[in-house]
């Protein structure tokens, strides 16, 4: 089966490239990020039409995320539980598959802004909520998935410069330090687990040519608790809907689990 994770940056805008994408990869799930839409506002129609369920936690102009499943999912949970938030961020459903049920989280990670901001501190209380959230549910569900966009590049190669932005957003210590606790947990990053072309990025810039010059980021991330790493067969980035004209500054990335 296939999985995965794509920041479409507002669902309005650019739906016909998803159904497009959908077509010619006909994932078994799909975990979306930044639908810029309220609920009702939210395309059960055309999604179904091309073979998905959706649960969906939408949010007027700013965040929300969904799950779309070719099977029926349950047991759906919106934001992290204890953890008080106004922002659509979180998404968690099981999806039953032939190998038994898998539990799909799907989250927008929260920017930042910048080191010191307010916007910071919220990040890495947020990320402290996760840990704790997540964790409890890798205890009932060993089957997992965490997956989406974690604003954070994990690593010095998941970045195109490094140096010079090294402790800027994204990049900085506590930030990876959080992205490390998750692994802690038993969860493996998927696309780490395959040699991967040098400079492989899920996110560039729309100004100064970001995307032409390949000057980008890796933050899209997917990872899988121990008891499904040992069925990961690929993992890949596809940048070919960044190309599109009025793409979304993200790229969608695909776990395949056999």
């Not at 129609?45 to 995320?65: I, P, R, S």
């Not at 898998?102 to 910071?120: D, H, I, M, T, W």
């Not at 330090?177 to 692994?183: C, N, S, T």
Request: hydrophobic share 40%.
């Amino acid at each position: 089966m296939q999985l995965a994770t794509w920041n479409v940056n507002s669902l309005a805008v650019r739906l016909p490239q998803v159904l497009d994408w959908l077509a010619a990869n006909p994932v078994d799930a799909l975990g979306l990020q930044e639908l810029k839409l309220v609920d009702e506002k939210f395309p059960h129609d055309a999604l179904k039409e091309a073979g998905y369920h959706a649960a969906v936690f939408g949010q007027k102009t700013y965040n929300g995320v969904a799950i779309l499943s070719r099977a029926p999912v349950t047991d759906v949970v919106r934001n992290i539980p204890g953890h008080e938030d106004e922002q659509s961020r979180v998404i968690a459903a099981t999806l039953e598959t032939a190998q038994g049920p898998l539990r799909l989280v799907n989250c927008y990670f929260v920017n930042g802004q910048a080191p010191g901001s307010e916007k910071f501190a919220y990040k890495l209380r947020w990320l402290e909520a996760l840990h704790r959230w997540v964790g409890e549910q890798m205890k009932a569900h060993p089957r997992l998935v965490l997956m989406g966009d974690f604003n954070v590049a994990p690593e010095d190669r998941d970045s195109f410069d490094p140096v010079g932005l090294k402790d800027t957003i994204h990049h900085t210590v506590e930030e990876r330090a959080h992205f490390q606790q998750l692994l802690q947990l038993g969860l493996t990053d998927a696309y780490r687990q395959f040699e991967q072309p040098e400079k492989s990025y899920s996110w560039w810039d729309y100004r100064m040519l970001g995307f032409q010059k390949n000057r980008g980021l890796r933050i899209d991330h997917i990872l899988v608790s121990e008891a499904l790493r040992p069925s990961v067969t690929a993992c890949a980035i596809d940048r070919a809907p960044r190309k599109n004209p009025q793409p979304s500054d993200h790229a969608p990335v695909v776990v395949t689990l056999g």
